[in-house]
């Protein structure tokens, strides 16, 4: 089965040149959809870098994200994600300051490249146990379902052309899928410590996805999206006028395999919010600049990336924008509570 653009004039092909043609789709495929997105504000999609993150904020928080990959390019890659996460906080039977808490967030995920779409859709539940007034440990599980797509209705094949003339009612000897629809399983554990003074947090984590291995083929056999995983590490100076904030991601996907570092400067006005700069380092991707502004009920952010990899150094006018909207209530009464880290 040979897919051709339907713009393209009739022409006669010689089996090597459809083995050829064949290959290289086969590989663009693999390539776009072997590994997840990455995002150029991860910290700002904490349901896609480790579910346990919700118990970073004290917030119920509705987050709405849109990254445009390599728009110029028929499209590009183009993902939306939406996310809802809330907190519900559990006084411990002898200390009122003693709290742990539940959370539960909703993640989900569009990406789309061309002909093919993924659907990702998750339910996150977790528990943080409070250790002592610093320390909190949380886990989490993910559950949900992965539906992968292709239009084939924007495709069409050699041998619907006979002798020169295109017809879309010619058979083309496959019967592909439209969609896949499989179970997707995942976690997350994460340590969050805030100092005594306030001055200083820290956290620690570790979290896996698609455990299962979901199918995404649509001819038939097994072609499985491997499972990822996320270790992360973050600390926050809290100072009067800035706060500085560096973290560590470290993604291991298959084969792939990413280190990203990054560092947030929030500059804090008086009761009017935080002006917030930041910059991404994602290995043999790109360098991700970062401006944000964070107010008491909503953040805005926007990043743009500049391409370091192989095919960014090759190929001119690959932009990468991404775009952030938080909406966000305080759902912690009682000062005691920890402290948020974002």
Known sequence: MNPITKNNKPTVMKTTGKIILSAIAVMLFAFAHAQDVR???????????NPAMMVLT?????IVNYRNQWGNVDKGYQTYAGSVMYPVFLKGKKDSTNISRLDFGLHVNYDKAGAFSRVNAGLNIGYGLRINPSNLVTATLNVG??????????????????????????????????????????????????EQK????????????HLNQPNLTFLGGSSKLPSRY??????????????FTPVFLYNIQGQFK?????????????????????????????????LGFEHKYFNLHYSYDFGNSALTR??????THEATLVLKWDASKNANRQASFF
């Not at 306030?198 to 996805?209: N, P, R």
């Not at 090759?314 to 932009?319: C, E, K, N, V, Y």
Request: aromatic share 14%.
């Open 198 to 209: 306030g001055k200083v947090q820290a956290f620690a984590g570790v979290s896996g996805y």
């Open 314 to 319: 090759s190929t001119r006018g690959l932009m």
């Open 230 to 243: 996320n270790f992360q590490a973050g600390v926050k100076v809290i100072g009067k006028k800035v706060d």
């Open 258 to 290: 990413n280190l990203t570092a990054g560092f947030l400067l929030a500059y804090k006005f008086e009761k009017a919010g935080k002006l917030v700069l930041g910059s991404w380092f994602k290995e043999k991707d790109a360098i991700s600049v970062q």
């Open 58 to 62: 004290n917030d119920f928080r509705v």
């Open 39 to 49: 995002f150029s504000q991860p910290v700002n999609n904490p349901l896609a870098l």
């Open 145 to 194: 379902l992965v539906n992968h797509q292709i239009s084939w209705n924007d495709q069409s094949f050699d041998e619907q052309y006979v002798w020169g003339t295109y017809n879309s009612n010619n058979p083309t000897g496959e019967t592909p899928a439209g969609n896949q629809l499989n179970a997707d399983v995942g976690f997350g554990v994460l340590w969050h410590f805030v």
